[in-house]
């Protein structure tokens, strides 16, 4: 019976394995370095994705996972039902033109994951920012906008997660096209305002960006907020 159960296990591993190194090729294949999105070109390819989300729609997290591997699913599954969301209304100028029964992108239930459905909402504040919280969650999670940090071109896994979230964490803050740093005064990305809870659980937002920072921020700078830019991500 044991030897049975190992060999289920294995199976499962497996296919879960293949699944994710198929959205990673899918990223890797269609999403530049800068995050671009090739979305015509997804489109074409979209069977890729669906199977992809039916693997998200048969998979629940185990008891057993290890917190990087439920990260790094729940991150792969909001980013893959986003492009999906994306994907059944193009050609769009925005995903804030999306409207399902009424309700934005965020609080339309779509996204299925072991049998359950969810928003992306839920998903995000839910599952990700409540039970892991760890603020580079939001250099993870995609919602596909120009302001958004940029989407990864890979798929997330137990073992790449740390070091990615690490790098576009470092990405993200220095982008000048994102936030704006000198010594003395700081125009940031209104994800630090919007998440600030996240980002000062140890210090301020400053001592946040210090810790990626080029330039280091004098503790009392002067901080603005950019406008977001929410036109699509595309190419």
Not at 86 to 111: Q, R, T
Not at 160 to 166: G, H, K, Q, T, V
Request: proline content about 3%; charged content about 25%; glycine content about 4%.
């Amino acid at each position: 019976m044991k030897r049975f159960l190992s060999i289920v296990s294995l199976f499962l591993f497996i296919g879960a394995s293949a699944q994710t190194s198929e959205f990673n090729n899918l990223l890797q294949s269609h999403v530049d370095a800068k995050g671009n999105v090739d979305y015509k070109s997804l489109k074409a390819n979209e069977s890729q994705l669906d199977a992809f989300l039916n693997y998200l729609s048969n998979t629940k997290p185990q008891d057993d996972w290890s917190a990087n591997k439920e990260k790094a699913f729940w991150i792969n599954a909001y980013n893959a039902y986003t492009i999906k969301l994306i994907l059944e209304n193009y050609p769009i100028k925005s995903i804030m033109d999306i409207k399902k029964k009424g309700k934005s992108a965020w609080k339309y239930s779509f996204a299925k994951v072991g049998g359950t459905t969810y928003t992306l909402d839920h998903i995000e504040h839910e599952i990700l920012r409540k039970k892991f919280k760890d603020p580079r969650i939001h250099v993870g999670v995609n919602c596909a906008s120009g302001s958004c940090p940029k989407l990864a071109n890979l798929a997330f896994t137990e073992n790449n997660i740390e070091s990615e979230l690490e790098r576009l964490m470092k990405e993200f803050i220095n982008d000048p096209n994102r936030n704006k740093l000198t010594n003395k005064k700081v125009q940031i990305s209104e994800i630090f305002n919007w998440f600030r809870d996240d980002f000062t659980a140890d210090g301020t937002v400053i001592d946040y960006i210090n810790k990626y920072a080029d330039v280091k921020v004098h503790k009392r700078a002067k901080i603005k907020h950019l406008p977001y830019d929410w036109s699509l991500n595309g190419k």
